[in-house]
């Protein structure tokens, strides 16, 4: 079993910076791949980011490609995403998740029924 748990979400304005954190529990934090998925109110869950075990296969969603940037401390069992020039339609509880493949193709990394564990979010908000 994993936990993994959201930090470091917040109120930022437009153009502004925010850095998410998901700490994870359990020794097997290293072999997982990483996601990261957002979900505005009353719309579907939207995928964002993810990174392999290794870090060497890092994913992005075409909207926040040369924007955000995911990585991860394996050694910390930890995972971030660093967001640069937020955007009004950025906005959204941010989630992380797990799956238990150590990598996962391009073609299913951004399906959220291939993650096995999820944390409880973090709100980020952007103000105009």
């Known amino acids: 079993q994993v936990q993994l748990v959201e930090s470091g979400g917040g109120l930022v304005q437009a153009g502004g910076s925010l850095r998410l954190s998901c700490a994870a529990s359990?020794?097997?934090?290293?072999?997982?791949?990483m996601g990261w998925f957002r979900q505005a109110p009353g719309k579907e869950r939207d995928f964002v980011a993810a990174?392999?075990?290794?870090?060497?296969?890092?994913y992005y969603a075409d909207s926040v490609k040369g924007r955000f940037t995911v990585s991860r401390d394996n050694a910390k069992n930890t995972m971030y995403l660093q967001m640069n020039s937020l955007k009004p339609e950025d906005p959204a509880v941010h989630f992380c998740?797990?799956?238990?493949?150590?990598?996962?193709?391009?073609?299913?990394?951004?399906?959220?029924?291939?993650?096995?564990?999820w944390g409880q979010g973090t709100q980020v908000t952007v103000s105009s």
């Open positions: 990174i392999n075990w290794s870090g060497v296969s890092i």
């Open positions: 359990g020794r097997t934090f290293s072999t997982y791949t």
């Open positions: 998740a797990a799956s238990q493949y150590r990598f996962l193709p391009e073609r299913t990394v951004s399906r959220a029924d291939v993650y096995d564990y």
